[in-house]
């Protein structure tokens, strides 16, 4: 079984608010992905990382930012939260083609 | 452009018949392609990948897919489903010339009754 962690499992807030939502993996993995997913439909690559100080946007534009300043860490950040913003929030790591998930942040923003 | 798409947004099944879920992809070079699970208020699972080979490809819980180039396809089957096997289930692909993106199809939900 997969060791990706993210934290929190689900987070109401309101507009406006900066918010940070956490990732992290023990697997050693270097490449690591931020996906965005809204009900009935498919996820949307939103930022990626090759390593540590490597991020790169996805295909999906999103107002978040990224970091990897550490190998298993890869925390996603929101300055300023709108409606817009609520969604599926998945983490994933991967090595040799396989990707490995976390469990999901479901953000609603109010 | 490369794309995935899953013919069925929802399949209902009764406990013990057997079930395929489709997956057709858009690719003009040679791909990579996997079925992933979601279970409720869970990430992804892996059930099973092809990458060469045999075009035959067994997975988890039973799960088999079969790669078919020709008709751009490798839908997911299983003989005989159980309660469990209720969940969310993606095809995605990536291709050989940059296996550091995957794509997604929207996804089709699988509803085992019993």
């Known amino acids: 079984e997969a060791d990706i962690y993210q934290t929190p499992r689900y987070l109401v807030i309101g507009t406006g608010k900066k918010i940070t939502l956490e990732c992290s993996q023990t697997?050693?993995?270097?490449?690591m992905y931020w996906y965005q997913q809204d009900p009935g439909m498919e996820l949307h690559l939103i930022h990626y990382?090759?390593?540590?100080?490597?991020?790169e946007k996805g295909d999906l534009s999103s107002e978040s930012t990224v970091s990897r300043i550490r190998t298993e860490h890869f925390p996603l950040t929101l300055e300023s939260a709108r409606p817009s913003h609520t969604s599926q929030y998945l983490c994933?790591?991967?090595?040799?083609?396989?990707?490995?998930f976390g469990p999901g942040t479901r953000l609603t923003v109010l | 452009a490369q794309s995935v798409t899953q013919l069925d947004s929802q399949v209902p099944v009764f406990e013990e018949a057997p079930v395929e879920l489709r997956c057709n992809y858009s690719?003009?070079?040679?791909?990579?392609l996997f079925w992933y699970v979601q279970y409720p208020n869970q990430g992804l699972q892996l059930l099973l990948k092809?990458?060469?080979?045999?075009?035959l490809v067994k997975g988890i819980n039973g799960f088999e897919a079969e790669f078919n180039k020709s008709q751009t396809s490798f839908h997911l089957r299983k003989p005989s489903v159980h309660i469990s096997d209720t969940a969310e289930y993606f095809c995605?692909?990536?291709?050989?010339?940059?296996?550091?993106?995957?794509?997604f199809g929207t996804g089709t939900r699988l509803q085992v009754f019993p």
């Open positions: 994933a790591s991967t090595v040799s083609l396989e990707q490995f």
């Open positions: 697997m050693g993995h270097d490449k």
């Open positions: 990382s090759y390593g540590v100080n490597s991020t």
């Open positions: 690719s003009s070079v040679s791909v990579y």
């Open positions: 092809y990458l060469s080979g045999s075009t």
């Open positions: 995605a692909v990536t291709f050989s010339y940059n296996t550091d993106k995957l794509i």
